[in-house]
């Protein structure tokens, strides 16, 4: 296309000249607040507008240029000036009396530009009205300018609005205790109320409702203001509509490749019975992260994204859409370790803590070592569905052997198996197996000794370690003291259980052996008779426990892991009843308290020497914990308690300091970060039998010459895995040169 330019054609349009207006507009009619100002009269000021204009056109039909034309219009327009008059005297009105009047008077004079000899136009004075009402004294001005000999008088009328005497919101808010309305109004109280101060006020209390979590909510206002000074302010507080969920995965998508919505194993009801905020409710942020919280402790979900959907017909309201990324809740575990009462031993585990998306956790332990094995099927509902209390139930069935610590002993011998005894009143009884007895021969059988002689005691010694060989199941329910909220945070729960389990004495062989001789008594042949025990209740085969056990706990550690303040109660009663002969009925009383003490003392870590706007990360503390226990009643000496061992008295190994019917236990422990993961402690550990041994039935600790009482004195390092603290420490008996050294999982308490 070829492009042409011409000269084009000018035209020039010019507005009508309005006419000038006669008389003096100033005083056509009072100014009002708010009011638009009238129609000015105006006089004619030409300004001249260029404008040019390019228009390119398509060639024609031949081909043939067409020529772009330049089009310019030359606009006039009239400029409207206002006339000014003289203004002669400033009078403000309508405050005469008024407790505040030289308060009031200075506020609106000050906002004026408008002062006697000045020239003013009607604009000014209304931009003077506005200035006044901005002040916020006043609910009306007006201003009427009033001819006079000297010139014109403005006139400015003003009405103050009242005192203030309270303030309420539109509609109420039950979460706003009346404390905090006065303490952001109260201050302003009988003096006259100002908008502006008002309005700081009512950002403070949107700051407060804020700092509540109420993050939605908006104060606005005021409705309405009474004549005797009560401001009513309008509350949009934000509401939540629903509550909704969706599974998504790892990157947010709702949606799989073939736009199928992606699905879940979780229960819709597991995810949003951990919501508090209800339908209905105020929106609150601490609450939503209160709950996401409980959702990430429920281990189930590997990220949950939040998304507040607004509601187009309900301005304020929200609906909480919940995006839920599940994590893989199967497990399959195992490794080798080594215990006192098992040896070295290896471990499986088989674990699902959703099953069936109801957020039920199903476990299969199985553990097998030298002395000893375990299989162990247990299950575990965190929250009863439909219960207002989170009361959880747990139940297990297991079958295990062990070799029992009461009966072991680190220098002083142990307490093995006979085959068979015959009791015949004598001091002493003899062993079948050895020729040092008054027959002067051995015996095939205990039947056979006491048929030769009847008046003397026989045993028939194996000298196999005891074992307990258990089969049972228990079930437990749980319930936090709530009240019945289940969102409600509380120190107290209370325990209800039943247990149910057959307990039989036997060798590796797995045949019955209730009876036992300690190895340190047992020489040439012989052992006086009181010192074979009956190593179950009643020297049956097997006794059968039948028990109900109740407890109540009390916690408030500031970090459930590795607290630096707070204490912890636990009380325990577990009645056991007999249900047959072979069964014993005794009761056990147990109780435990925890206090910590928060210090800052050794400064080891990087964390204990912040710099100037660092916060301090330094967990140390002043342990200590007081343990106390008794049984009364028929008590099987494997009931026993035992003392000594990495959760008792630590320079003792397990349960070779006593075992005894009653006992207590004291422990003080300072704990101190060194660097990364590794933390100190030094403790003292004390623990004492109040002399109960002797009342064990078979006097267990006593045949292997266990102290009864100590003090242990030691140190330790603490590694902090993912799996929980390592602890590995060294600990005195008694002060002596005698140190052992002891790794344990987890602190002590």
């Not at 965190?382 to 297990?396: A, K, L, Y």
């Not at 020297?539 to 892991?561: G, I, K, M």
Request: aromatic share 10%.
């Amino acid at each position: 296309m070829t492009r042409r330019s011409s000269r084009g054609l000018t035209v020039a349009v010019r507005q009508g000249v309005f006419g000038v207006a006669l008389g003096l507009p100033l005083l056509a009619s009072p100014l009002l607040a708010q009011e638009a100002p009238a129609e000015p009269a105006a006089v004619d000021v030409e300004v001249e507008q260029t404008e040019t204009q390019t228009v390119e056109v398509d060639p024609g039909p031949d081909g043939a240029p067409v020529v772009t034309e330049e089009e310019t219009i030359t606009e006039t327009e009239t400029v409207i000036e206002q006339p000014r008059v003289l203004i002669s005297e400033v009078l403000i009105e309508g405050i005469s009396g008024h407790p505040e009047e030289e308060r009031l008077q200075v506020a609106a004079y000050d906002a004026m530009q408008v002062r006697p000899g000045s020239r003013v136009t009607r604009d000014e004075l209304q931009r003077d009205l506005n200035a006044i009402q901005a002040t916020g004294w006043f609910s009306d001005v007006r201003i009427t300018p009033v001819n006079g000999p000297l010139g014109v008088q403005v006139v400015v009328q003003v009405e103050p609005f009242p005192a203030l005497t309270s303030v309420v919101l539109n509609p109420p808010s039950e979460e706003l205790p009346e404390s905090v309305i006065t303490d952001t109004f109260g201050s302003d109280y009988d003096r006259t109320l100002n908008l502006n101060d008002l309005q700081l006020r009512m950002k403070e209390l949107q700051k407060w409702f804020a700092d509540q979590g109420y993050s939605l909510a908006r104060i606005t206002g005021p409705e309405r203001v009474s004549p005797d000074g009560e401001v009513t302010l309008k509350l949009t507080q934000g509401t939540v509509v629903g509550v909704e969920m969706k599974f998504v995965n790892k990157d947010g998508e709702s949606e799989d490749e073939d736009g199928n919505p992606i699905g879940g194993k979780t229960k819709d009801w597991v995810v949003t019975r951990e919501i508090s905020i209800k339908p209905g409710d105020p929106f609150n942020r601490n609450k939503l992260e209160r709950d996401i919280k409980r959702l990430y402790a429920t281990q189930l979900f590997s990220d949950v994204k939040v998304t507040l959907k607004p509601v187009p017909e309900q301005p304020g309201d929200v609906v909480i859409v919940l995006g839920i990324v599940e994590q893989s809740t199967g497990q399959l575990s195992g490794g080798l370790g080594y215990s006192q009462s098992q040896g070295v031993f290896g471990q499986v585990q088989l674990q699902d803590s959703n099953l069936f998306g109801r957020a039920w956790n199903i476990g299969l332990n199985v553990t097998y070592g030298q002395y000893g094995g375990l299989a162990n099927l247990n299950f575990r509902d965190p929250w009863i569905n439909g219960d207002s209390h989170r009361t959880s139930f747990s139940g297990s069935l297991f079958l295990s052997q062990q070799v029992p610590q009461a009966f072991q002993s680190e220098n002083e011998g142990n307490i093995r198996t006979v085959k068979d005894y015959a009791d015949n009143g004598n001091k002493y009884a003899y062993n079948i197996r050895s020729d040092k007895n008054p027959a002067d021969s051995k015996f095939s059988s205990v039947s056979k000794a006491e048929d030769e002689y009847s008046y003397k005691s026989w045993f028939d010694f194996e000298g196999d370690s005891i074992a307990l060989r258990k089969t049972g199941g228990n079930i437990f329910f749980v319930r936090p003291l709530n009240g019945g909220d289940p969102f409600k945070d509380t120190p107290w729960k209370a325990l209800l259980g039943l247990s149910v389990q057959n307990v039989r004495p036997i060798n590796f062989a797995a045949a019955s052996r209730p009876y036992g001789i300690a190895t340190n008594d047992y020489k040439n042949g012989r052992i006086k008779n009181k010192d074979i025990i009956c190593v179950s209740f009643n020297c049956a085969d097997s006794n059968n426990l039948v028990s109900v056990r109740f407890a109540t706990t009390y916690n408030n550690f500031n970090d459930p892991r590795n607290p630096t303040s707070g204490n912890f109660f636990t009380a325990t009663t577990e009645q056991f009843v007999g249900v047959n002969e072979d069964s014993p009925t005794f009761n056990r009383l147990r109780g435990t308290y925890t206090q910590f003490f928060p210090v800052n003392w050794l400064k080891l870590h990087k964390g204990c020497r912040p710099k100037q706007g660092e916060v301090a990360d330094c967990p140390q503390a002043i342990g200590l914990q007081v343990k106390a226990g008794t049984i009364v009643g028929e008590l099987p000496p494997y009931e026993a308690f035992c003392l000594g061992g990495s959760n008792s008295i630590r320079g003792w190994y397990n349960c070779d300091l006593a075992v005894a019917r009653s006992f207590g236990e004291v422990t003080l422990e300072y704990r101190f970060p060194i660097i990364s993961i590794f933390s100190g402690e030094l403790f003292v550990d004390a623990g004492t039998d109040f002399d109960t041994q002797g009342n064990v039935p078979g006097k267990p600790g006593l045949l292997l010459n266990k102290d009864g009482s100590g003090v242990s004195v030691g140190t330790g390092v603490i590694v902090t895995t993912p799996v929980g603290p390592l602890r590995l420490e060294v600990a005195s008996k008694d002060f002596s040169g005698d140190w052992r050294f002891n790794l344990g999982v987890g602190w002590k308490f």
